[in-house]
């Protein structure tokens, strides 16, 4: 099946053109996405999983400079201009955010805020605009929906907060959803509810996710494929089984062992030695080889690339876990 | 298990906010926040007790009032036999120490982590000034910090580095308690896992009773001898970590302890899921507090509202129908 989206070898950095050296966030990323498919991307902080979903809608384009190719729908949209990103951005490609509270505007009700986007994207009148904000609010849960269009953001808790988010991301029916983080600020327990909702809307409407998480259990329990990321490449990506069950890279493999899962109480707890390394001075050949137990000469020499260890799971080592026996 | 360090008896804190002029003119009464309704807990001696609950149920409020950043409205807690609330003595405050969440706002950061280390030891006069760098470069090593960590200022540390210049400043004095109120929670997994195999090393090497207050529930499990889960400012589930995590009794337990995402892609929509969200502390639902979330809810939990007591193989459950659940599973 073809891909709605592919991201082809991105790679973004930040710093003046001026200034004597050039951040690395994101380097040579590829990554393709299908239809109705809900993709993971995890990893640390600083490991650039935010900004390569920030730059697929070119968020990062003031900021910095993005190389690589971002294909929608036969177009790249890192080649584009903004005015003709912007019929694509909130109407084929939504984005939702970690933190609802900044994300929305405090001074507008939610009506305003999703009946915005209709007027901007579509060719409903007033009256089926509101018709169809009260249509969203009740799809993403929202008990009395009709009644609380006219409330501002702050009578919201924050897991309805979330929701509005949601309800406005889904009001022009995207094809893609971006999602940063979208249940970090929120409980357990509504987190859980608004992970059913976005895996429900995505099989409900056949669209595409990405949902961007630190969090592998988030992964285990809602996404199809996953991408584990670490100083800004990516390092393994599979189907979330594959992935999980068998990770091939000792990066994952640690990340999994550090959750404490299955394993004696009060007991030490797997660690991965030492801290991600700053992007201002990365260690040649492989970014991990420093806290890795299995680094070779070659390691802290060549940078390894991502290839298949078999079908549809790619890992970026030179001598990776040996599979499942 | 020995005697309690530490017995907390019906604390009650309460928060009032400002009446707001339109209360004023229809001559309303101030609104409360009741943040704790009545906590009974005992703190053993060696233990790691968990505190768990969601955002805004009082398990923050709990770890302050014990360190006295928060004053109860009434009950009490005693150390050693008296209440820490009514006479103010400077030796409690070096006896039981409080770690923070974010390292960024719990360290000064005009301050060198030397001059940090150094202040603590000497506020609580810990040892004489000549014998303060050597102190200072033995509790370095004791949280595994690099020894030219004391001229660096906080922001040349990385977030687990900063968590163990917290930790090394609440083990200089010397305390017997200490309270971690969300101590790895903004930390990568990776560094988490560091972090609490330091805390589980140090609470074996000197005998350190722990509170430990965290949302992350397998950290908890993983840390925890006891466990007690909170539902809008009072305990309703409390007992042995294994046991509590294994078979909750208390429907609010089951339904938050099964929320925490399994590693295991297999067991997908297997977790039971809570409805509702929590309800305002300002306006807290009469009987059962949990009664409007529950599935269970009979007429008598609208009405009653039941108490913390002990169930036969578990911990002490406050829920009317705790019998009936723990037999059935």
Known sequence: MQPILSIQDLTVTFGSKQGPRLLPAVTGVSLDLRRGEILGLVGESGSGKSVTLRSIPGLTRQYGTLAGKVMWEGRDLVAMSDASLRPILGKDIAMIFQEPMTALNPLLTVGVQITESLKAHTTLDARARLRRAVEVLDLVGIPGAAGRLNDYPHQFSGGMRQRVMIAIALASTPKLLLADEPTTALDVTIQAQILDLIAQLARDFDMGVILVTHDLGVVAQSCDRVAVMYAGRIVEEGTVRTVLGDPRHPYTNGLMWSVPQDVPPRTQLFSIPGTPPSLWNMPPGCAFAPRCARAEARCTAEVPSLSALEAGHLAACHCPLGGAQ | MTEPVLKIEDLHVRFPLGRSLMDRLRGRPGRIVSALNGVTLDLFRGETLGVVGESGCGKSTLARALVRLNTPSSGSVLHEGRNIFVKPEIA??????????????????????????????????????????????????LVRLPQDSAGKLPHQFSGGQRQRIAIARALSVEPEILVADELVSALDVSVQAQVVNLLLDLQERFGLTILFVAHDLRLVRHVSNRVAVIYLGRIVEIGDSETVFRSPVHPYSQALLSAAPSLDPDERGRAKRLQGELPSPLNIPPGCPFHLRCSLATERCKQERPALRPVAGRGQVACHLSEEIANAN
């Open chain 2, 92 to 141: 409690y405050h070096r006896r039981v120490q409080m770690m923070f969440q974010d390292p960024h706002s719990s360290l000064n950061p005009r301050m060198t982590c030397g001059q940090i280390l150094a202040e603590a030891l000497t506020v609580h006069r810990m040892c004489s000034p000549d014998r303060v760098p050597a102190r200072i470069a033995e509790l370095l090593d």
